[in-house]
């Protein structure tokens, strides 16, 4: 119990926001926002992507300070403008994107900026007793020796878990903690959780899994488009209830669709193998057929192979071993794989990420729009000029048909917001009539009005009988859009089920490695 | 009529009017000239050789003359300008051109390195000698094999081990190298060590000193760098070159033509003063006047390297 | 080639890896701090300058009553040569500073903040030498204690007798310049300060993951700063090296003459790791010896170029970096700018 | 990529300030060397633009600007840093020299334009070995770059010395070539449409110059080639998914960036020097650094900024005649002021800007 300022009133929330704003340039990411969240408990932060919710616990957290507001600690006004500053008030955060040196051993993770005096040794050998304690007492068991980078993703966590309880942390802020892991590493996780509340320690738990919020948490807070628009008792408020919150009306998930009518087999994979730069083996011989008029969803928990699934159909990255034929022709797999030559075929492809490979920022719209099409005939003028009034033509009829706001071709990819930025993306993609769409993530990050618009663009192109293989880590998302699914674990298929005969149960199982079916015959 | 546009000029090869070295002999001279006539003159030093045609038509477009250039390598620089500007009076110190308004002084460096050779040969204990040249071209050679047959003239087995900086005119301002160059050839035994390098030399007298050897000065009088290590130097009279060709164009009496400037002419020579008096004995100062009687004379020849390109000796 | 002559040209080695090493460790505390340093070459030559101008100064006479236009010396020769080597280390901090404050504050692109250290260097240098000593940017010829010279190591003489070990510690161990000595220490001083000090771990990170850096409640600009400013630190001693230690025993223009870039290789041949950066230095170190030493070597078939001998170091760096030598991975942060708020 | 700053601030505003810091610094410069910055300055101007003579001299380097500002305008669109102009340009001399050499009994119509290949091939030849080890293998292209400017020195050395020497020439060049490769002045140019100019060394190759500028904006803003550079340049991952091969993309950027860094050659080897020398270059590669960064990266920028180091250069070779205490260091120190400022402190100055803009914005809003 270090860190905790001695006049700290006994039960004064543990920390208490004012009045917290914060600005990244135009970007209002944090509007006035209040918080209080009581010692000993779980508060979830839930809100969709963008809402600021990891902006506020970095302020929190001293990572970024804020332009207004107030923190208390114990109901004690407390300055933080550093991590050294939060460290020292009890607070530790397991951040989005893990904040590990990867050459480093554990050991030399955990003393970082935790070091005794000034020679290393010392320190690493008190920590080295300190770890296996808290490993001991917390179910945290890791390597002390280990090279961090060599770690599993759900070890680097500990990791990072094991870093804020040897700072003695009171209060512990996890921001999507569960988005890398496997839905039995979840449940490992939340005993941690519930053991360290147990202990009187103070957890802030940010996700965007309503199961989790509702299984876990005391008490939850919605946060929308930079404000805080609600906080509820976890036992008062039901899922339904949360999402409403979150997106400000009543959502409608379900996908309008008729029954598929799947006809040939358009693209087929045998055997697909990658191996990434560090010689690790990412997909280890992947099967499937996709057909036309049919969506194919593949399941699973991010880092699991999709993303390479994806990248190697693509023809962006290379594959080690198998075959992939596209209308009975074999595609080359080899490093030499040419995107450009896929589209020709008439293979699209929307990537999981589009700020960093689906559009170039400073480009105009219409620059953006024939991105990747940009050696089509229609573009091209004399001597290897461009025809700039083809394509800002057809640019400003995509825009018209596929609502893209503001509706100027003119704007940089850049100033568009993240929902339009995904709609120039599947524009592109969809209107050049491929027989196959590669579409990863269509929905990260893009609002429900967005996300409705999406999904019939994607349904209605599978009704022209065109093939799609839909890669997400939203299972609501993979259950409503496909026809068929395909599950993915640790870079192989752990299980195919039709979507009408199949629920989100069974297909968490399944994205654990753990086939129900096979289990019981 | 050269008295009523006389406006002296001079350029400074690379290395500069502070080499300490062949441009500083070219600086003193016109400084001489300016504090006995009390006349201001022009100057510039050139950083990079494409400079050098800029500088002349400069200098030549302002009216300047005479505008003396110190260093072969402008040659054809001043082939160029000096055929644009016929009525301005030129002099190149080093090299020939062959233009109707230029002068060209060259030296025998080969004689004044024989003498020097000589010194050296007798002052050395070890039987080794060395020679560090600056940018390796003719001219330098002829130095090195002047400098050799002096050497061998004194002592038929004796060893001259030479090197040269380099072969770009960065050759000329490198005294790390030189330093480094000769303290190789006193590790390999010389413990006389001549320089033609420029402000080279500057690190190869220095390393001479440091070693304890005795280090020889080229083109001005260096004998004062090191007081009691630099045996003496080659003196190569570009200030005489150059304040000749003032006070000849003040007076209206300036020549064109093939200047060649020996030891007949006091053109080259070598240093004795008070920095370096003790280190010479009687006998080492008789050889060298009677080597030096002789060719002036003509009973010694000294080869010149530039004649065939090759030393008889080595 | 006799032993004696192979001692010879390792002597050399020695003097000319110097310079190279302390750049070298310069550049490897900066880069592994995440900020690389392609002006190790403008600052070593800033330091050059700066060492020999104030020992210069320092070693002159002291006067009075100067007249009009005179400057007056320290009279301070004893101490002439320390004195210069802190105002070279003054000097590359300074242009280390400028360094940090484009690319840690201003968060601006490395390489061009480095390009420009360069240029600025080889200008200043000049300028300002003019402007002191009207000498064409040289500084006045430095002598006796203005100077460093080499030391003999105890027992180099009497033990010469001692079959090869004898003559190499002589020879090629003893009688360098204290600076050399500085430069070898440097090596373990860094090892141990980068592997088993606070310090060096909190370094080592900050060029790996600001981020993790930053969030464990350190500075990553103070710690960046620091290193930038070791880096300063280091060159400088390199600079002074160059013309106190050297037979140059004073700056000219451009001394330098490429070896920061060649330090820069090294630092890359040695993968930034401080034990492999001495031989690396070594190495270059000598084939630079060779170069000089000899000029054109006839390999029987034909004659090697002196101009290709001394390419060789430059040749010899395109090789490596091209990984034919094993991949050398930088740190990762290296060249980017810590930027929380995009 | 600012939201927050109007073009005409990005592209104007900011260059312009930061080109008067670096003036401004260069003024204490020649203040400590205890001289008038205000009556160097004048020395410089009149000297640069004050006669025909002057602007004659401002334009021949300016022209050699132009050439190693676009090529390292070019590859910034890629962005890679091509720092090896120097080389690029001197290599390319050896082309031009060989053209000429060959030919130069013939009639410039002839020879120019087999030299501007000459020119262009071998400074492309030069930057292909550093493109081709950093798309391949990945080695830092600043450093080969670097590194290949001195290999080419000392090539240029070794051919000077052992090759194109002339017998009983002391000086490491090439014989004068004749009159088949002398190409026309502006002087002379200027005589064929009657009008008098001082003889100065600017030549035809400003017209080549120009022309490459217009080629160069049709390239990278007109063209398929020139829109794949870009997408490169801003983002190779992107680049990749769109079908746009990184390999291919280096390798031609550099080619035609070594290229352009090449035609240089054609203003000195040709138009002045009339032979192959050791420094024919001039730290022309170099400035083409600040050009570029000065100029945006843009062909109208490049001229403008070729056309102030141009002032610069003659101006400041007029200031070491008129002032010899000011040595022509001078040059590279302001060079130097203004890569570091429109370069590396670039923020210095934006980052308040985009502050004050916020501000304004906000306020309107
Ligand atoms: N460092 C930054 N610089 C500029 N803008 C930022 C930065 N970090 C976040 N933003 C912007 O601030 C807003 C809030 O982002 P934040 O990361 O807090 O959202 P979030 O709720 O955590 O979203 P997610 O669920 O995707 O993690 C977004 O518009 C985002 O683009
Ligand atoms: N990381 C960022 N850096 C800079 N600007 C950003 C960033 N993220 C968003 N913006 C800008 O902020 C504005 C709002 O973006 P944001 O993605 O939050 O929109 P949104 O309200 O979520 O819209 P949508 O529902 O379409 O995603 C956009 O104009 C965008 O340019
Ligand atoms: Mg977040
Ligand atoms: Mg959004």
Redesign the interface.
């Known amino acids: 119990m270090t860190g905790q300022p001695e006049t700290a009133a006994p039960d004064a929330p543990a920390i208490e926001l004012v009045g917290i704003s914060k600005a990244f340039g135009p970007v209002q990411a944090n509007k006035d926002i209040s918080l209080k969240v009581r010692r000993g408990t779980i508060h979830g932060i839930v809100g969709e992507n963008g809402a600021g919710k990891s902006t506020l616990m970095s302020i929190l957290y001293g990572f970024y300070t804020a332009d207004r507001g107030e923190i208390r600690i114990g109901g004690v006004p407390t300055k933080i403008q550093n991590s050294d500053d939060a460290i020292r008030a009890g607070i530790g955060m397991v951040h989005q994107h893990f904040m590990l040196v990867q050459p480093f051993t554990v050991l030399e993770n955990v003393v970082l900026g935790a070091e005794e005096g000034r020679l290393l040794k010392p320190s690493l050998a008190r920590a080295r007793k300190l770890l296996t304690d808290l490993a001991r007492e917390y179910e945290l068991e890791v390597d002390p020796d280990a090279v961090v980078g060599d770690l599993a993703v759900g070890f680097q966590q500990r990791v990072e878990i094991l870093k804020a309880l040897y700072r003695q942390a009171d209060i512990l802020i996890l921001d999507e903690p569960t988005g890398v892991l496997t839905p039995s590493e979840a449940d490992h996780l939340f005993r941690i959780l519930e053991g360290l509340k147990a202990q009187g320690k103070t957890i802030i738990l940010i996700t965007h899994k309503l199961r989790e919020i509702m299984a876990v948490t005391d008490t939850v807070s919605v946060m929308r488009r930079g404000e805080m628009t609600a906080t509820v008792q976890t036992a008062d408020t039901s899922p339904a209830q949360l999402a409403e919150l979150m997106v400000g009306r009543r959502v409608l998930l379900r996908v309008e669709k008729t029954p598929a009518v799947p006809g040939e087999t358009v693209m087929q994979v045998r055997g697909l193998k990658v191996t990434d730069g560090h010689g690790v083996e990412r997909l280890k011989g992947i099967d499937l057929d996709l057909r036309a008029g049919e969506v194919l969803g593949i399941a699973g928990v991010a880092g699991n192979g999709q993303s390479q699934l994806l990248e190697v159909l693509a023809g962006i990255a290379p594959a080690s071993g198998g075959s992939v034929s596209f209308k009975g022709q074999p595609l080359d797999l080899s490093r030499t794989a040419d995107p450009k030559y896929r589209r020709r075929l008439g293979i699209a492809h929307v990537p999981e990420d589009r700020h960093r490979l689906g559009l170039i920022m400073p480009f105009a719209e219409w620059e953006n729009n024939c991105f990747g099409y940009h050696d089509r005939p229609r573009y091209q003028a004399r001597w290897g000029l461009m025809d700039r009034n083809a394509m800002r033509d057809d640019a400003r009829e995509r825009i018209e048909k596929y609502d893209i706001r503001p509706p100027s071709c003119d704007l940089k990819a850049a100033n568009f917001s993240g929902g339009n930025q995904q709609k120039i993306v599947i524009a592109r993609e969809i209107e050049n009539d491929p027989d196959v769409l590669l579409i990863g993530q269509p929905t990260r990050g893009v609002d429900i009005g967005a996300i409705e618009f999406i999904h019939n663009q994607i349904v209605a192109m599978r009704d022209r009988g065109k093939a799609i293989l839909l890669v997400s880590v939203e299972l609501d998302e993979i259950l409503g859009l496909s026809d068929r699914i395909l599950v993915m674990f640790d870079g192989a298929i752990s299980g195919e089920r039709l979507s009408r005969e199949t629920d989100e149960g069974e297909l968490g199982l399944l994205m654990a490695g753990i086939d129900p079916k096979r289990a019981s015959t | 009529d050269g008295h009523t546009n006389f406006n002296p000029a001079v350029i400074f090869d690379l290395g ?4 300490r070295s062949f441009n500083q002999a070219a600086y003193e001279g016109a400084e001489r000239f300016k504090e006995e006539f009390g006349v201001e003159y ?4 050139i ?5 050098r ?3 002349l ?2 200098f030549a ?1 302002a009216g300047n003359n005479p505008i003396v250039v110190a260093g ?2 402008q ?2 620089a001043m ?1 160029a300008v000096a055929a ?1 500007f016929p009525d301005t009076q030129f002099q190149i110190i080093d ?1 020939v051109v062959d233009l109707p308004n230029v002068r060209s002084v060259v030296f025998k460096e080969e004689e004044g390195s024989y003498l020097v050779g000589m010194l050296a040969a007798m002052k050395s204990e070890t039987g080794t000698v060395g020679f560090v040249g600056g940018m ?4 330098i050679r002829a130095f090195a094999c002047g400098y050799v047959q002096g050497a061998k003239a004194v002592n038929p087995d004796i060893t001259v081990i030479q ?2 900086t ?5 050759a000329w ?12 050839q006193i ?2 035994g010389a413990d006389v060590v001549y320089h033609a390098a420029g ?1 080279t030399g ?3 007298l ?2 001479a000193a ?1 070693a304890g050897a005795f280090g020889i000065g080229v083109d001005s009088n260096q004998n004062y ?1 090191h007081p009691g290590s630099v045996l003496t130097s080659m003196l190569k009279r570009v200030d005489v070159a150059t304040y000749n060709a003032f006070k000849d164009a003040m007076d209206g009496n300036f020549t064109v033509g093939v200047q060649t400037l020996g030891l007949a002419q006091e053109g080259v020579g070598y240093a004795v003063d008070d920095n370096n008096r003790a280190l010479l004995t009687d006998e080492m100062t008789a050889a060298v006047e009677e080597a030096k009687a002789k060719i002036v004379s003509g009973e010694i020849s000294v080869h010149d390297y530039r004649s065939d390109d090759s030393c008889p000796v080595s | 080639m006799d032993l004696a002559e192979l001692f010879q040209l390792f002597d050399s080695t020695m003097r000319n890896a110097a310079p190279l090493l302390l750049a070298c460790l310069a550049g490897l505390f900066s880069e592994r701090s995440g900020i690389f340093d392609i002006g190790l070459e403008g600052k070593m030559l800033a330091a050059a300058f700066a060492s020999a101008a104030v020992a210069a100064w320092a070693a002159a006479p002291y006067v009075a009553d100067p007249f009009p236009g005179q400057i007056s010396g320290l009279g301070l020769g004893w101490a002439a040569a320390w004195l210069g080597v802190t105002a070279g280390m003054l000097a590359a901090i300074a242009m280390s500073a400028l360094h940090g404050f484009a690319s840690i504050t201003l968060r601006g692109n490395q390489l061009i903040s480095g390009v420009a250290i360069n240029f600025l260097a080889a200008g200043v240098t000049v300028l300002v030498g003019e402007a002191l000593f009207s000498m064409g940017g040289q500084t006045p010829q430095l002598t006796g204690a203005a100077r460093f010279t080499a030391i003999e190591l105890p027992l180099a003489e009497t033990r010469r007798g001692i079959p090869v070990i004898g003559p190499f510690y002589a020879d090629v161990i003893s009688g360098q310049v204290i600076l050399v000595y500085i430069a070898l220490l440097a090596v373990p001083l860094t090892a141990w300060i980068l592997f088993s000090t606070r310090f060096g771990l909190r370094l080592r990170a900050v060029g790996e993951n600001p981020g993790a850096v930053d969030t464990a409640g350190i500075s990553v600009t103070r710690q960046r700063y620091s290193a930038v400013l070791i880096c300063g630190v280091l060159c400088g001693i390199a600079g002074a090296y160059l013309s106190m230690g050297t037979s140059a025993a004073g700056f000219v223009k451009d001394m330098t003459a490429g070896r920061g870039f060649i330090a820069l290789a090294a630092l890359i041949f040695a993968k930034w790791r401080p034990w492999p950066a001495l031989w690396a230095c070594l190495l270059f170190g000598l084939l630079e010896a060779i170069g000089s030493k000899y000029q054109n070597v006839d390999v029987g078939a034909f004659v090697i170029p002196v101009q290709f001998m001394q390419a060789l170091p430059y040749i010899l760096t395109v090789v490596i970096l091209a990984g034919f030598i094993g991949k050398a991975i930088p740190p990762k942060a290296g060249g980017q700018p810590y930027v929380k708020e995009r | 990529m600012s939201k927050t700053l109007p073009r005409w601030a990005d592209l104007i505003l900011i260059p312009a300030i930061n080109v008067l810091l670096a003036f401004f610094v260069a003024g204490l410069v020649v203040m400590f060397i205890g001289e008038d910055p205000v009556h160097a300055m004048g020395i410089m101007i009149r000297g640069a633009l004050g006669s025909d003579y002057g602007i004659g001299y401002t334009l021949f380097y300016a022209t050699s600007f132009i050439c190693t500002g676009l090529a390292v305008a070019v590859a910034f669109h890629a962005s890679i840093f091509n720092i090896g102009g120097e080389g690029q340009a001197g290599v390319a001399g050896i082309g031009v020299a060989l053209v000429c050499l060959t030919l130069d009994q013939t009639h410039w119509l002839l020879t120019l334009p087999l030299a501007i290949l000459g020119a262009m091939a071998f400074g492309a030849a030069w930057a292909a070995v550093p493109a081709y080890l950093q798309a391949r293998r990945g080695s830092h292209i600043v450093i080969t770059t670097i590194m290949f400017n001195y290999i080419a020195s000392a090539l240029l050395v070794y051919l000077l010395t052992n090759i194109f020497k002339m017998p009983g020439s002391m000086a490491p060049e090439s014989r004068r070539f004749e009159d088949g490769a002398n190409i026309p002045r502006l002087d002379q140019m200027a005589d064929w449409i009657g009008l008098d100019m001082a003889r100065s060394p600017a030549n035809i190759s400003l017209f080549v110059a120009l022309i490459a500028c217009v080629l160069v904006w049709l390239l990278i803003w007109r063209s398929r080639l020139g829109y794949e550079i870009r997408a490169f340049g801003f983002s190779d991952k992107a680049a990749v998914y769109a079908g746009i091969s990184p390999f291919r993309i280096t390798m031609i950027t550099m080619l035609i960036s070594g290229a352009l860094a090449g035609l240089m050659a054609i203003n000195t080897v040709m138009g002045d020097l009339q032979r192959l020398n050791l420094d024919s270059v001039l730290g022309a590669g170099f400035v083409g650094i600040a050009v570029a960064l000065m100029g945006r990266s843009h062909p109208v920028g490049v001229v403008l900024a070729a056309l102030l180091f141009g002032v610069l250069y003659q101006g400041g070779a007029e200031l070491a005649f008129e002032i010899p205490a000011i040595p022509s260091q001078m040059i590279l120190t302001i060079q130097a002021l203004v890569i570091l400022f429109t370069g590396s402190l670039e923020n210095m100055v934006r980052f308040p800007m985009e502050r004050l803009f916020l501000f304004i914005n906000r306020g309107r809003a």
């Open positions: 500069g009017k502070f080499d022009r100057e510039f030093e950083q990079s050789d494409a400079q045609e800029q500088a038509r400069r477009e072969f390598a040659a054809s082939e644009e090299a390796d071209i003719p001219l090197n040269m380099g072969t770009t005119g960065a301002n490198d005294p790390v190298r030189g330093g480094e160059l000769a303290t190789g590790q390999q402000g500057r690190g190869v220095q390393a440091d760098l």
